[in-house]
């Protein structure tokens, strides 16, 4: 019997960790911390923002006049660009959500580096039925998080460029009758 006593507080010893130290750091890596995302920013003010293509680029631009850009759509062999003007924390992924005409949608958005700057930036084929959020007449809310809400003011430009990207054919408008 002393023996099977010994032999069962052997092997609960052997089940013991070892206690917590002060050097445990030393027997270890330590991965590197990580950082916290930016600051959230503002959402910028649109009032008297408009839609423009660029004559340098072909992309549509969504901004003040004379000023940078706040959004702009570009075109890629049927693929749709779309860019946020904003600072953007290197590497980070983020889905952009637009609420407006009818829709709510959430596309896919990165941060990629362009040039010195990282800017927000996805891409979506031209024909997909969920940018049918920015083919209507009215107003959309673009939000992307820690960039700000940014009012996109209605037009049909930007129906007419996702067309053009997508391939499709644009009927010329239709002139407004006169009165008789």
């Excluded at 891409?123 to 920015?134: E, H, M, N, Y």
Aim: some cysteine; glycine content about 8%.
């Amino acid at each position: 019997m002393p023996r099977f006593v010994a032999l069962c507080a052997l092997t609960l010893l052997a089940a013991c960790k070892p206690p917590a130290s002060d050097d445990y750091v030393t027997r270890t890596q330590i991965a590197d911390e990580r950082k916290a995302p930016a600051k959230p920013i503002a959402s910028p003010d649109a009032e008297g923002a408009t839609w423009a293509t660029s004559p340098e680029s072909g992309r549509l631009l969504y901004g003040k006049p004379g000023e940078m850009p706040l959004l702009s759509l570009g075109c890629e062999d049927g693929t749709l660009v779309y860019r946020r003007y904003v600072a953007a924390d290197p590497d980070a992924k983020a889905v952009l959500a637009l609420i407006g005409n009818g829709h709510v949608e959430r596309l896919w958005i990165d941060a990629a580096q362009e040039g010195e700057a990282w800017l927000w930036r996805g891409t979506i084929a031209a024909d997909d039925p969920r940018l049918d959020v920015l083919t209507g007449p009215r107003s959309v809310e673009a939000t992307v998080p820690g960039a700000g809400s940014l009012r996109l003011n209605g037009s049909q430009r930007p129906a007419e460029f996702i067309s053009r990207c997508a391939g499709e054919i644009i009927p010329p408008p239709i002139p407004e009758a006169s009165p008789e």
